[in-house]
């Protein structure tokens, strides 16, 4: 079997349980959450690399449990590309959900119409894989979640990284599409006042 027939197997099986997330399927592992849990996704999206991370609170504290990211081949043409990140993100959300919130970093227009498309159609797939869940969407340019985590709006990589682990320090990132990630979640949950903003030290 060939590694692309098994993935476009995989996200059949996971797109068909998206609607319904107490159904096990057996190309996901399913990890629901206890009652008094709440989780949120953060999603970094792209064609190429796209990352997300999972957020839980419990009991008033905020945990960071699940990291992910996608590596799509550039020998891929754009539509196995879509195929991948959908599967992925399908599986993602049986693995982990249901989530109070998905929030996404959203696109900004490139002069690029290549650029332009890939941003903004791996966005609508997202809004897609997940209809029927019942899972509302908060976006976020990446402007404002450099500012709220990284400290300006102008925040290169290493500075969101850095705010991020103010939250959680003890966490090992295996690229900035994960730290990414991180910081669009906790992005929608300071504004939202679902955890408190830490102060300067």
């Not at 990630?181 to 929608?188: Q, R």
Request: aromatic fraction near 8%; charged fraction near 25%.
């Amino acid at each position: 079997m060939s590694k692309n027939y098994a993935m476009q197997t995989r996200a059949t099986k996971c797109l068909s349980s998206r609607a319904n997330t107490t159904t096990r399927n057996s190309a996901c592992t399913w990890r629901p959450s206890p009652m008094a849990v709440k989780r949120y996704l953060g999603l970094d999206l792209s064609l190429t690399s796209p990352g997300l991370a999972v957020a839980e609170i419990r009991r008033g504290k905020i945990n960071l449990v699940h990291l992910d990211t996608l590596k799509t081949s550039n020998k891929w043409d754009e539509g196995q590309r879509f195929d991948h990140v959908a599967a992925w993100l399908a599986c993602k959300f049986y693995e982990w959900g249901p989530f109070e919130a998905v929030a996404r970093e959203m696109a900004v227009g490139s002069f690029n119409a290549h650029i332009n498309r890939s941003l903004f159609g791996v966005r609508a797939m997202s809004a897609h894989v997940l209809r029927g869940t019942g899972t509302k969407f908060a976006d976020y340019t990446p402007s404002s979640v450099k500012k709220e985590i990284g400290g300006s709006g102008k925040a290169g990589k290493d500075a969101v990284e850095a705010g991020v682990l103010r939250y959680f320090p003890d966490t090992e990132f295996r690229g900035d599409d994960e730290s990414d990630a991180v910081a669009v979640v906790l992005t929608y949950l300071i504004r939202e006042g679902v955890i408190n903003r830490l102060s300067e030290k």
